[in-house]
């Protein structure tokens, strides 16, 4: 069983930048492709990004690319999102995820990832 644990988020203004941190235990997340879900009150749950189990591949909507960046650290159990130039539409619960018999960067559905944390709010003020 694969725990994860996001940390990092907060309150900031729009422009500002973050990192959220995601810690896994319990299993070999070395191996698994890892991603970041955001969901804002009411609406459904969004991909943000993914990256393969070596980190050399990611993936990433749109709505983000440019402004965020995924990155893992496999000596440490741990993936990081770098939010920079935040936007009042980035608010949300921002979620890691583990794919546990997937390790390439092309998963971007909710359902195609086994585990999830707890989530972390991010709220960026206008």
């Known amino acids: 069983q694969v725990q994860l644990v996001e940390s990092g988020g907060g309150l900031v203004q729009a422009g500002d930048s973050l990192r959220l941190s995601c810690a896994a235990s319990g299993g070999t997340s070395s191996r698994y492709a890892m991603g970041w879900f955001r969901q804002a009150p009411g609406k459904e749950r969004e991909f943000v990004a993914t990256?393969?189990?070596?980190?050399?591949?990611?993936n990433y909507p749109d709505s983000v690319k440019g402004r965020f960046t995924i990155s893992r650290d496999n000596a440490k159990n741990t993936v990081y999102l770098q939010m920079n130039s935040l936007k009042p539409d980035d608010t949300g619960v921002y979620y890691c995820?583990?794919?546990?018999?997937?390790?390439?960067?092309?998963?971007?559905?909710?359902?195609?990832?086994?585990?999830w944390g707890q989530g972390t709010q991010v709220t960026v003020a206008s």
């Open positions: 990256t393969s189990a070596s980190g050399g591949s990611t």
């Open positions: 995820a583990a794919a546990a018999y997937y390790s390439g960067p092309d998963y971007y559905r909710a359902d195609e990832y086994d585990y």
